[in-house]
């Protein structure tokens, strides 16, 4: 459901851009948000043990969703040298939004 909800704030995001663009995620942001919605707050060495894609690979795939920001950083508090990435209130709100009424992702 938070892959829906993150292809609905692209494309809304990307209609002021293009007027007609069919969102398709690759499937490593596909899994990033997957393993988030699932476990939660991961670091990204976490994440990347997770999906089992290549640092580069998931760390394209964060920056990408921390620019649509559909994923938001979290600081470690007991740590501060690491990071945790955890999906933002607006997929959590676009998701209550899907399962109250269906949103057309055209």
Do not use: C, F, W
Not at 16 to 27: G, S
Not at 35 to 60: A, F, H, W
Request: hydrophobic share 35%; net charge positive.
């Amino acid at each position: 459901m938070a892959v829906e909800a993150a292809m609905y704030i692209i494309k809304n995001k990307e209609k002021t851009k293009v007027k007609t663009r069919n969102v398709k995620l690759p499937p490593s942001i596909e899994q990033v948000i997957t393993v988030l919605e699932k476990e939660g707050p991961l670091s990204s060495s976490e994440i990347i043990k997770k999906v089992n894609y290549s640092t580069r690979t998931v760390r394209y795939a964060l920056k990408h969703l921390l620019d649509y920001e559909i994923v938001e950083k979290q600081p470690n508090l007991l740590d501060m040298r690491r990071t945790y990435y955890k999906l933002s209130k607006k997929v959590e709100e676009v998701k209550a939004q899907l399962l109250s009424s269906p949103l057309k992702l055209k």
